[in-house]
């Protein structure tokens, strides 16, 4: 409808929910200087999101976040994320 490509509103998705759980801890998000990052967040939105995620994405995730600290970092907030707006009541 808004002519924009799956793996984009992933990553906006990853965005969002990572600016969510900053929002709710109070804290500012730095910047990010992986030039993978997004790709990174494609991925980890997808397989929390329970999608399908092709296995070598997933092995070049697991190989990434292996050397990259900005990419550790945003895996181990978008669980927190996850599990933070899932759990939040919507009044």
Same mark, same amino acid.
């Given at each position: 409808m808004m002519g924009l490509e799956a793996e984009a509103v992933c !990553? #906006? %998705? !990853?965005r969002a929910r990572l600016?969510?759980?900053?929002? %709710? =801890? $109070?804290v500012v998000r730095g910047e990010e $200087?992986?030039?993978d990052h997004d790709q990174a %967040?494609?991925?980890? !939105? =997808? $397989? %929390?999101? =329970? *999608?399908?995620?092709? *296995?070598?994405?997933?092995n +070049?995730?697991? !190989?990434h976040i292996a050397g990259? *600290?900005?990419c550790q970092r945003?895996?181990?907030? #978008?669980h927190e994320a996850s599990v933070v707006y =899932?759990? +939040?009541?919507w009044r």
């Open positions: !990553a #906006m %998705l !990853a600016a969510f759980r900053a929002k %709710l =801890r $109070g $200087g992986c030039v %967040l494609q991925v980890l !939105a =997808r $397989g %929390l999101d =329970r *999608e399908p995620v092709p *296995e070598d994405d997933v +070049w995730l697991f !190989a990259c *600290e900005s945003a895996h181990s907030e #978008m =899932r759990a +939040w009541v």
